[in-house]
């Protein structure tokens, strides 16, 4: 709309994804890393273990390879690449948090310098001079963490932020300290985990087996807090934002079972560790590192899934468009793309209008403004398989874009174009996936009620007893409900119309009838 | 499609600070980066040039083992000064920032990918022990070259960002992001100018290394000392032919601009021609003596000026390139006071912090018996 969008075939999100997991994952290791290099130092001079030392410098050179490249390559990767895909919501952070961003900034100077001396020191530095310079790490580290997590959590909670645009109300927001806390339990559960890494390759049995029963006392007590931090994160979390993930969208849903599993597996593989700690093999030390990238992998995506359909809630659509019209938002709000049109808003759109002739094309770019922020055609969440699958008219379609934001618990934003739009739109779509004359045929088969349902009503109505499908058939006999639903799309105006075969319409009529009684 | 139309609306949100402040930081810390950067990346050019092509003087190939350890943490310093300016510069500027990158999407986002390449390559070479293997030089050398393919990036980025009235074009032309700005006549200008100044100043970290082994040996620092001063004079002098092309490439407005229109720029020209025409002199002059530290303490120290008016002409030109379309001064402000205090005493400390860890660091009872 107000930027341009870079046409990326595979889906720009899925970039983010790649992008921000690995740099999660590995900016964790570096804040709970740092406090793990100290406090292992001071271990291995307390009890005079020169061996210990010995692989803990080894260690240090590979916690500054991994996390001063490549984890700090990846942070200003993401960076660069939330601007590349979310131009106006990157732009919307680094105004309202500027001086957030400059003070994490300070701290990450600190952090590298200390690193890095830190990392040179080792040979060159008395022990409490070169200790000090592990806590002025850790310290730095962390407090850059306390920084970025106000920012992030604003963006799924900004909380009061919506009504003052203070600093402080956005970034201490209702998800700040569960998330903090999470977040630090993780951190030092990753200093453990990737201690394992580097310990299990140790020939020498004896220190082998103690790097492991160390590492697992990083471990096993942080992944014990985590429920409970994640569980006060939850409450935290508005309760309809939630519900996403217990079973309304699809995807936020699939993670939250992810993590579940991955952050068990996780733990006992952990705890299998001190069966026989100097036997660990470095394949088994791979394994629990890959279920932990699952955790927090899963976690990161959950947070994405949830704020969905918005980049900063109750502020901006995914896709760029604010929520509500004010003063200098440039018109780029749903109300005023409703009214004047979308092509009309865009500045960078090919076409300004539609006509006969260009129809498709401007359905195309259409798609691109409005939809692309989260789908493509055949890449990450390809409509075309979906359209390809579900058959839907041109007409159904374009009633389906009228609703798009009562589909899935609202993941989508509400359409904004013209009624000339959503129909180029249709157009678009609907010439993706051409309809298949044998479809009908094949759906002869034994059908369920609540097969059909599942399949064309579910998208926007809920199988529970106050969703207006159901108040709204309560009153009428199967004769009835099968004669209403020949015309659903003159029941409400953003209902499609019934698609299914008149076979279909009796069952699910049917089994309507019996529901809730 | 006309330019002003296309150019994306302003971030409603109104500036949390004056604009003179964003202005200052922009600069202060684009200067501190680019300075970082010409040791990095010229200095590690010299370094890979000494150690490939001077196999025959052993005094080269020491520079090259003596200067290449030092390279990761100048890249790693290039970065962090460099995260400063680009936040500032989205800032005043967003509009015009992000939009260019969308354009050339793919080169963007590549510069993270050769980054991160380059990085381990210094390691590889800083961290081998035998450092005479001419595949070693070559990994520097590679290296380097994927730091001149983020620095021409750079280039493109920022000069397609100053120019809105290419971008419909390009965009429409091809939205997958594959695009340069190879159609913009200042870009190779441009780029060769700051890829000489890069040598220029890079010559510098070669010098700097020989003045403080001066007191153990003098020979080899000396040896140093000549060789960077060198490097220093040849670039400066190509740069006052690069100079020349990149001015008369700039379109006649922006170009009169140094020639009487603006006062600092013109100004800073005149600091830029004067001042590289007296390093040049000292330098070919303190080079020919036995003790040559004074006068290279003094090409440097002019060269150091002559880079803090370079940065500032650079910002005139930007702001001339965009004053057409936009003023990033008549923005709207509202000062977030608070934060920006919290953020102006956290900086103070942070540098008193950073001092003391450079103190300790370099200069504890410790350090120096074992040194």
């Not at chain 1, 088994?284 to 959950?302: C, D, H, P, V």
């Not at chain 2, 050019?45 to 083992?65: H, V, Y």
């Not at chain 2, 170009?255 to 025409?277: D, E, H, K, P, R």
Request: hydrophobic share 50%; glycine share 8%.
């Amino acid at each position: 709309m107000n930027y341009p969008i870079w046409d990326l075939t595979f889906g720009g999100g899925l970039l983010i994804a790649v992008v921000a997991v690995t740099h999660v994952f590995v900016s964790h290791f570096a804040i709970g890393g740092g406090l793990f290099l100290v406090l292992t130092e001071k271990k291995a001079y307390r009890e005079d273990d020169t061996a210990l030392l010995a692989w803990l410098k080894r260690h240090t050179k590979f916690f500054v390879l991994v996390t001063v490249v490549f984890g700090a390559i990846s942070g200003v990767g993401i960076w660069f690449t939330i601007g590349l895909i979310h131009p106006a919501g990157t732009s919307s952070l680094i105004h309202a948090y500027v001086w957030g961003w400059a003070i994490e900034w300070i701290f990450f100077f600190l952090e590298i310098t200390a690193a890095l001396l830190y990392l040179y020191g080792w040979n060159k530095l008395d022990r409490k001079t070169h200790l000090w310079l592990g806590w002025i790490y850790f310290i730095a580290a962390y407090l850059s963490m306390v920084i970025i997590n106000g920012i992030i959590t604003f963006m799924l909670t900004p909380g009061n932020w919506l009504k003052t645009y203070n600093f402080w109300q956005g970034f201490f927001n209702p998800t700040y300290f569960p998330s903090l806390l999470l977040r630090t339990a993780f951190a030092l559960a990753l200093a453990g985990i990737y201690a394992l890494l580097t310990g299990t390759v140790q020939k020498d049995p004896e220190l082998k087996g103690k790097i492991v029963k160390w590492s697992a006392r990083w471990i096993i007590p942080a992944f014990i807090v985590i429920p409970f931090f994640a569980w006060w994160y939850i409450g935290n979390v508005p309760e309809i934002v939630w519900e996403s993930a217990r079973g309304k969208v699809p995807t936020a849903t699939r993670y939250a079972n992810y993590i579940l599993v991955f952050s068990i597996l996780t733990f006992l593989f952990s705890l299998a560790t001190l069966i026989k700690p100097k036997k660990v093999p470095f394949v088994f030390s791979l394994l629990i590192f890959l279920t932990a990238y699952g955790t927090m992998g899963s976690f990161e995506f959950i947070r994405e899934a949830i704020r969905k359909p918005y980049i900063i809630y109750d502020y901006m659509y995914a896709n760029s468009i604010y929520k509500n019209q004010f003063p200098g938002d440039g018109g780029l709000s749903i109300q005023n793309i409703q009214q004047e049109g979308l092509l009309a808003v865009s500045k960078w759109t090919a076409h300004k209008e539609i006509t006969n002739d260009n129809q498709l094309e401007a359905g195309e770019d259409i798609f691109l403004l409005q939809c692309q922020s989260c789908h493509t055609v055949d890449g990450y969440r390809g409509i075309r398989k979906v359209l390809v699958q579900n058959q839907w008219s041109q007409a159904g379609i374009s009633r389906r874009i009228s609703s798009l934001d009562k589909m899935f618990h609202a993941v989508m934003p509400p359409f904004a174009g013209s009624a000339a739009e959503r129909e180029a739109l249709a157009a678009y779509l609907a010439a993706l996936a051409p309809l298949d004359p044998d479809a009908v045929e094949t759906a002869e088969t034994e059908i369920s009620g609540e097969a059909v349902f599942e399949f064309h009503c579910s998208d926007c109505h809920e199988y529970a007893a106050d969703d207006t499908l159901f108040t709204g058939m309560a009153k009428y006999d199967v004769a009835q409900i099968s004669y209403l639903m020949t015309r659903l799309d003159s029941l409400d105006e953003e209902m499609p119309p019934f698609e299914g075969t008149d076979a279909e319409r009796e069952t699910l009529a049917r089994w309507i009838a019996e529901q809730f009684k | 499609m006309g330019t002003e139309t296309i150019i994306p609306a302003l971030d409603p949100m109104p500036l949390p600070a004056p604009f003179w402040l964003f202005k200052l930081l922009l600069v202060l810390t684009f200067f501190l980066h680019i300075v970082v950067m010409n040791f990095m990346f010229g200095g590690g050019l010299i370094a890979a040039f000494s150690g490939l092509f001077r196999k025959k003087n052993e005094s080269d190939q020491r520079l090259f083992k003596d200067i290449v350890p030092k390279i990761p943490s100048l890249l790693a310093a290039t970065i962090t000064l460099g995260i400063a300016p680009l936040l500032f510069v989205q800032v005043l500027y967003g509009q015009f920032f992000y939009t260019a990158t969308i354009i050339m999407a793919w080169p963007w986002f590549l510069v993270l990918v050769l980054l991160m390449f380059a990085y381990y390559g210094f390691y590889i070479v800083a961290l081998k022990q035998d450092k005479t293997s001419r595949g070693i030089g070559w990994v520097m050398l590679i290296s380097i070259f994927f730091i001149f393919l983020v620095g021409f990036f750079y280039s493109s980025n920022f000069t397609l960002m100053e120019s809105p009235a290419t971008w419909s074009a390009k965009y429409f032309q091809d939205r997958s992001g594959w695009n340069l700005n190879g159609s913009e006549s200042t870009l190779i200008p441009r780029f060769l100018h700051f890829l000489v100044a890069s040598v220029a100043v890079g010559s510098f970290l070669i010098i700097l290394t020989g003045l403080f082994r001066w007191k153990q040996e003098a020979d080899y620092a000396r040896f140093l000392i000549v060789r960077g001063g060198q490097w220093f004079m040849y670039a400066t002098m190509t740069q006052f032919v690069v100079g020349i092309w990149f001015l008369i490439s700039l379109p006649r407005e922006a170009m009169l601009q140094f020639m009487g229109g603006n006062m600092l720029a013109t100004i800073s020209l005149l600091i830029g021609v004067v001042g590289g025409l007296a390093a040049i002199f000292i330098m070919s002059n303190g080079i020919r003596n036995d003790d040559p530290r004074t006068p290279a303490w003094w090409a440097m120290g002019i060269t150091g000026v002559v880079v803090i008016f370079m940065a500032m002409m650079r910002d005139v030109l930007r702001t001339a390139y965009l004053s057409p379309y936009f003023k990033a001064s008549e923005l709207p402000v509202k000062t977030q006071l608070d934060v920006l205090i919290l953020f102006l005493v956290l900086f103070v400390i942070g540098i008193l912090v950073w001092a003391l860890m450079i103190k300790r660091y370099f200069f504890t009872p410790s350090a120096k018996i074992t040194e």
